[in-house]
């Protein structure tokens, strides 16, 4: 069955306080827009349609950066979720298939979810997403007989008998797009909010006798946003269950509610992420390696049986092969380290290739960056960088080559060469001591004074 995706997310969000459109407010990382999509995707769509609106341009970019493909439509009037699912017709004139309408501020709709939705559609005309609320408040409400779904009414419409179900819409429909569309033409506005309802083509779609039924799913997944503390708490439902899924996929966590995650981290098997870890966007950690405590990730890749801090950091472009060590206070951007490479303690590497098995010493620095351009540092396989070298990019370091301490490298290093480049050491017998008794003498008499 093809599949196009309907994502709303016209609304303003004004309880949001924001200059941002409410669906590019971010969870874990990527904007709540995304999450919705991302759950669609699973589906593998043949279109995928966002109506935007409020902060239209924005939310565009947003939804291409996800998909290239994707539609934006524009509803340049909020007048209710029936009509703003009818904007999205013209984008699919002629499709043949289904369509499942989804909203861009409720991010957590699993997969699973909506696989059950689109099964159910082989044996119904009409299906909705239903959840059991704790407290069902302001929810739209089913109104059920038996299996089959016959109406939703909305809680300002309903009767006080109708407000008891606590059986809730989620705003989730699935149906046949093109019946969908003819089912929204025939809705009206004449209700307590003078919208266009699309709640309100299930009762239609049951008079022209199609057939409507509910899919049931936890409460959690359908939590929607529309504050900043919804935000926030989002964003803590978002962690605990990832966490949850982490210690579930033999990953261990002595402190799991410390752990930051970025909706697309990645950590394998027999991995351990220590306490007061970070994680930003698109770093995937494959399995056996040791993340320790209060390191910051984005953007990197970590192999089998590397250690990264504690108190690194890896920022995007950071490649590190297996047995890799990167300790203390030690930067990494944009640069390869071989197999076996140790960065032990307080170093910058940037724009680098690291050889295989070299050792890095304490406090060097790749200089990158020369004010306008940034230069590339190469270091062979099995080399030795003594402490404190600045290595002034462009350079290369030559295999089995080695850096004196505090050597500031300026020129190429050939393979199993040793580079010296500091001022030489001169020693003058006795001009400590002497030193020393005059500066001494001169303090003790101005205590004196
Ligand atoms: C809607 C449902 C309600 C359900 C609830 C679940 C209707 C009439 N009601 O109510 O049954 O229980 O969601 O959260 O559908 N939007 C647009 N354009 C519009 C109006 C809305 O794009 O003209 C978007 C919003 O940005 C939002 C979504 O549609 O993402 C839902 O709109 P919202 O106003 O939050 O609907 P509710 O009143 O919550
Ligand atoms: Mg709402």
């Not at 939705?117 to 239903?130: F, I, W």
Request: charged share 20%; proline share 3%; glycine share 10%.
């Amino acid at each position: 069955m093809s599949i196009a995706l309907i994502v709303l997310a016209a609304g303003k969000g004004t309880r949001m306080k924001s200059d941002l459109p409410k669906v590019l407010h971010k969870i874990a990382h990527a904007p709540m827009l995304w999450h919705a999509m991302r759950a669609g995707a699973a589906l593998e769509p043949a279109h995928t349609v966002v109506v935007a609106g409020h902060g239209a341009d924005l939310v565009q970019a947003s939804a291409r950066d996800f998909d290239p493909t994707a539609q934006v439509v524009l509803q340049t009037e909020q007048l209710g979720t029936g009509h703003a699912v009818a904007q999205a017709r013209p984008a699919l004139e002629g499709f043949r298939g289904d369509a499942i309408v989804l909203y861009g501020d409720t991010p957590f709709i699993s997969q699973e979810t909506l696989t059950a939705m689109a099964e159910a559609r082989t044996s119904h005309d009409v299906v909705v997403l239903g959840f059991e609320a704790a407290d069902p408040a302001r929810y739209g409400r089913l109104v059920t007989q038996g299996n089959s779904l016959e109406r939703i009414v909305e809680f300002k419409d309903a009767s006080d008998q109708e407000r008891t179900i606590t059986l809730c819409n989620s705003g989730v429909i699935a149906a046949d797009a093109q019946v969908l569309f003819s089912l929204i033409e025939a809705v009206g506005n004449d209700n307590a909010s003078g919208e266009y309802y699309l709640t309100d083509i299930v009762g239609i779609a049951r008079e022209q006798g199609l057939s409507a039924t509910v899919v049931q799913c936890a409460e959690a997944e359908t939590l929607g946003v529309n504050s900043r503390a919804d935000l926030a708490a989002a964003e803590a439902a978002f962690q605990r269950r990832r966490r949850a899924e982490l210690l579930e996929n033999g990953i261990t966590l002595p402190a799991p509610e410390t752990v930051h995650l970025a909706w697309d981290t990645v950590i394998g098997r027999d991995c351990e992420v220590e306490q007061n870890v970070v994680f930003g966007p698109d770093v995937t950690v494959e399995s056996g390696a040791h993340i320790r405590a209060f390191s910051h990730l984005e953007g990197a890749h970590v192999s089998r049986g590397s250690v990264v801090g504690p108190y690194a950091r890896l920022r995007p472009g950071a490649e590190l092969a297996e047995n890799v060590h990167v300790g203390n206070f030690v930067e990494i951007k944009k640069a390869v380290l071989h197999e076996g490479v140790k960065a032990n303690h307080l170093t910058y590497i940037g724009d680098a290739d690291i050889g295989a098995g070299t050792n890095i010493g304490a406090g060097t620095i790749t200089c990158n960056y020369d004010g306008v351009f940034k230069h590339k540092t190469t270091i062979g396989a099995g080399a030795f960088i003594g402490s404190n070298t600045m290595l002034v990019a462009p350079v290369t370091i030559g295999a089995g080559g080695m850096t004196a301490s505090g050597s500031v490298i300026t020129e190429n290093v050939p393979d199993g060469a040793l580079a010296l480049a500091r001022g030489k050491q001169e020693i003058k017998p006795g001009l400590a001591t002497k030193l020393f008794k005059m500066l001494k003498a001169r303090k003790a008499k101005e205590q004196a004074k």
